[in-house]
């Protein structure tokens, strides 16, 4: 169970008749699974495991960090209800206090066209760039060349492209929704902002690229949030424990202290 949109019309997806119905129920966050306990019966709840999505982290190099930045990125579809507006509202904000400021948005969608024109009426064409689709071993590539990831959208679950920016370093910005919190800690990893704000997710992204030394401070806390508790290997030998007990008869617990 992943979310957003299955949360929005709870019934009719039957969430509630799919968890009853379950041997074991996988959730991809604490936020996930509270969702699934809004609808299903209390006996049901220790049948709700948590196993995360995750990334392998020997695939991502660290970004290193010594300079003042320049370089954003946005990775994921091309529609208003990923941010989009608002970081490119945010991006005229801070183009007076840096006028090389470069966002390179990776991906296509419904809105792709709308988004451009937005770009052109803000006066950003020198500062944007819409790359298109690309492959995961072409989004790791920019991966290494930026200097901030940011995510400021308004419906996730938890985003699989925030865990690759930090499995290679780059501190990220995003926004105070569902399950986000549970990856990012803000002030920590990186920083995590209302949705919808543009002033602050300005603000944000200022302070990161001004100071390397807590971009690099930040690469490094996220590095290691993603080996302990966002690592595909790690998730995928839980999620294989948490089938084989129910396959048994047995409960696992829903998510080991630590992880």
Avoid at 68 to 97: C, D
């Amino acid at each position: 169970m992943h979310g957003p949109y299955i949360f929005f019309e709870p019934y009719r997806w039957r969430i509630d008749e799919k968890i009853k119905r379950s041997l074991f129920v996988i959730c991809i966050s604490h936020f996930c699974r509270s969702q699934g306990m809004l609808f299903a019966p209390t006996d049901t709840w220790n049948r709700l495991h948590i196993v995360h999505c995750g990334v392998d982290p020997a695939l991502f190099n660290l970004v290193s960090h010594n300079q003042p930045g320049k370089q954003l990125l946005y990775v994921g579809r091309l529609a208003a209800a990923k941010g989009l507006p608002v970081l490119l509202e945010s991006l005229a904000m801070l183009k007076s206090s840096h006028p090389e400021i470069i966002l390179t948005v990776v991906g296509d969608g419904e809105d792709r066209a709308e988004l451009e024109q937005m770009t052109a009426r803000l006066e950003l064409n020198n500062n944007v760039k819409f790359v298109g689709y690309k492959s995961q071993a072409e989004v790791r590539e920019y991966m290494q060349e930026t200097d901030v990831f940011v995510l400021p959208s308004f419906a996730e679950g938890v985003p699989v492209s925030l865990m690759e920016a930090m499995a290679a370093g780059v501190p990220v910005v995003t926004t105070q929704i569902a399950g986000v919190s549970e990856l990012v800690e803000n002030g920590v990893s990186g920083y995590i902002v209302p949705a919808g704000d543009s002033t602050t997710l300005a603000e944000r992204i200022k302070t990161l690229l001004t100071e390397p030394q807590l971009r690099s401070q930040f690469g490094t806390a996220g590095r290691e949030k993603i080996e302990k508790e966002f690592n595909l290997n790690h998730e995928v030998a839980r999620f294989y424990r948490v089938m084989i007990a129910a396959l048994d008869g047995k409960i696992e617990s829903i998510r080991p202290e630590g992880f």
